[in-house]
């Protein structure tokens, strides 16, 4: 922890130093005039958000290698994703992946995917998030904040697991501190399904179910392997309370200083980063339960999801009426859901 936290401290440092060097549009070493195009999230290696970044980056070296230089820092070498959004907003980096959650906080329209129970099946999720008509009005919106987002990512569905309390109702919740992700959705999520919310950044997860900080937390089964919380939690319920992408985002000024042919190419790009990850994320998911199963020793549960989706759902119409201009897309959303309801179980 201590090596990795010392690593993360000299990635950052190098980028608050090159930053300057980075905004002129110099590279790192004399004699190398291309620039530097810093990219950071907050996977490993193995991770298909990674595999999908390295498709990125080879992709634009093949067209534009002349004249950029594509870097990725995985596993939040250059900060936690709160931090690396900022530095996306500054121009200190150029891309970040951020979940949604977190982007509710920098604009209000990221909350509707935020909602639990929105999307009825993933063929719902899937579809909806590849409508421009529906993801075009958000994802331009926080262009005031001084980014965009280009693409978005699948982070699967996301599930309860906790270190030896069995979840297979809503009342098994009551009373334990669950990690959430940093953003009031969550917080009003836990609320409302009797546990103790505790915010934290995701690198912050595993010390702190290790040393009983927190009971459990909830995310994709990639976070039992990837990121070793199935060691210490054992098990793994399918309450399926939210379908939360990941999104990559850009910096504004470096999007709008690319030439229109450029930006043709980097919009290829993003094209890329999407279908390279939803490729690998299937296979990735189907291994990293295999695994948890098998290796780990996590027992997975498939509780009714009725009543967790009855506590959830008057978040819906209380969002709507805080931001009614989400309401057509709210609608289009349901639409898709008709179309791909969920499957019976
Ligand atoms: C998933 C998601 C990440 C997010 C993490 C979290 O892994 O892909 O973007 O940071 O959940 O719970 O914080």
Redesign the pocket.
């Known amino acids: 922890m201590k090596v990795r936290k010392k690593m993360r401290a000299c990635a950052l440092l190098l980028v608050l130093t090159l930053a300057a060097g980075l905004m002129a549009g110099c590279g790192a070493s004399s004699g190398d005039n291309r620039q530097i195009i810093r990219i950071g999230h ?1 996977q490993s290696t193995n991770h298909p958000t990674h595999i999908a970044l390295l498709a990125f980056e080879e992709f634009i070296e093949s067209k534009l290698g002349d004249k950029y230089n594509v870097e990725v820092f995985p596993s939040e070498l250059l900060g936690s ?1 709160n931090e690396m959004v900022q530095l996306t907003q500054t121009g200190a980096i150029n891309f970040c ?1 951020a ?1 949604n959650s977190l982007l509710e906080t920098f604009s209000e329209n990221y909350t509707l995917f935020n909602l639990p129970y929105l999307f009825a099946s993933s063929e719902a999720y899937h579809a909806s998030m590849d409508d421009e008509s529906i993801t075009g009005p958000i994802f331009e919106s926080t262009r005031q904040a001084g980014f965009e987002a280009v693409t978005w990512l699948d ?1 699967g569905t996301r599930n309860f697991y906790t270190v030896n309390t069995p979840i297979e109702t809503v009342a098994d919740l009551k009373g334990l501190k669950i990690r959430v ?1 940093q953003s009031p959705t969550n917080v009003e999520m836990m609320d409302r399904l009797g546990g103790s919310a505790t915010p934290m950044g ?1 690198g912050e997860v595993y010390t702190s179910l290790q040393s009983h900080i927190i009971d459990g937390a909830e ?2 089964e ?2 039992l392997t990837d990121n070793g919380h199935g060691d210490v939690c054992k098990y793994y319920s399918y309450d399926m309370h939210q379908m939360i992408p ?1 999104i990559l985002i850009g910096n504004n000024d470096f999007l709008e200083g690319l030439s229109s042919e450029e930006r043709a190419i980097f919009d290829e790009g993003f094209a890329l980063v999407n279908q390279v990850q939803r490729e690998e994320w299937v296979e990735a998911v189907e291994n990293a339960k295999d695994r948890a199963q098998n290796e780990q020793g996590v027992t997975f549960l498939y509780p009714d999801t009725e009543p967790f989706k009855e506590a959830c759902l008057p978040m819906h119409e209380q969002m709507l009426g805080n931001y009614p201009d989400l309401v057509p897309i709210y609608d289009a959303i349901q639409a898709y859901n008709q179309q791909y309801p969920a499957e019976e179980s």
């Open positions: 907050n994703q992946v979940s982070a992700q995701f995310n994709n990639m976070a990941d």
